[in-house]
């Protein structure tokens, strides 16, 4: 039997790395695995003894891609960090917050209620749906906003999570980096956040068109 070793780090969670010390095969000593903060040797025939153990702990050493590194919502930057406090006074109107349904405001029709409720209840929906949208949900779309002038079918339609999403997707399916995209300002920042983060330059237009 091969009696050659390696050599492994453990932390009582499971083995983080591990230096090949001239061996085939890796056992350990219980069945259970090696537990302890510790580095030993770890023969094939089962012989466990303790090896010199590192000073310092090893951190992981991650990179970030070059897009995450460029990504940067700017309304996220100042909204979580913002710390005030309102006029006990007035009612405050939170001008920060996208969502309008927070304040009460754009409350959910009955009918849309209702039609949730009947899928849930149909046991029909439970599964993932395509990736483009349920076909009669895309039908429903192409018939509200289909025009003489635009007209539209399902197959034109992609259904998305929320207008984020669709951003993302609209912008990543047609530009290449160093590409560039006109963006009305004031604007979504989004817009500028993806863009940026995709090596895409943003060509900022003011209120009444580009002069």
């Known amino acids: 039997m091969d009696n050659?070793?390696?050599?492994?780090?453990?932390?009582?969670?499971?083995?983080?790395?591990?230096?090949?010390?001239?061996a085939k095969t890796?056992?350990?000593?219980?069945?259970?695995?090696?537990?302890?903060?510790?580095?030993?040797h770890v023969?094939?025939?089962?012989?466990?003894?303790?090896?010199?153990?590192?000073?310092?702990?090893?951190?992981?050493?991650?990179?970030?891609?070059?897009?995450?590194?460029?990504?940067?919502?700017?309304?996220?930057?100042?909204?979580?960090?913002m710390k005030l406090t309102p006029n006990p006074d007035?009612?405050?109107?939170?001008?920060?917050i996208g969502d309008p349904t927070v304040f009460g405001n754009l409350p959910t029709d009955n009918t849309v209620l209702q039609a949730m409720k009947d899928a849930v209840d149909s046991q029909k929906f439970n599964?993932?749906?395509?990736?483009?949208?349920?076909?009669?949900?895309?039908?429903a779309v192409a018939n509200f906003y289909s025009c003489p002038e635009a007209p539209l079918e399902a197959q034109d339609v992609i259904l998305t999570s929320g207008c984020s999403q669709a951003i993302?997707?609209?912008?990543?399916?047609?530009?290449?980096p160093g590409d560039n995209i006109l963006v009305p300002c004031p604007g979504f920042s989004l817009y500028k956040t993806l863009a940026v983060a995709m090596g895409i330059e943003g060509l900022y237009s003011p209120p009444g068109g580009v002069g």
């Open 4 to 22: 050659k070793s390696y050599l492994v780090q453990m932390n009582g969670n499971g083995v983080h790395g591990k230096t090949a010390v001239n």
């Open 90 to 96: 007035k009612p405050m109107i939170a001008l920060s």
């Open 168 to 176: 993302d997707l609209a912008i990543s399916v047609l530009c290449n």
């Open 127 to 139: 599964g993932y749906a395509l990736s483009v949208g349920y076909l009669k949900n895309r039908q």
């Open 26 to 40: 890796l056992n350990s000593t219980n069945g259970k695995g090696v537990h302890g903060n510790s580095i030993h």
């Open 43 to 81: 023969s094939v025939n089962g012989s466990l003894y303790p090896a010199k153990a590192k000073s310092r702990r090893q951190r992981w050493e991650v990179k970030p891609s070059e897009m995450s590194k460029n990504t940067l919502n700017p309304i996220r930057a100042i909204v979580d960090g």
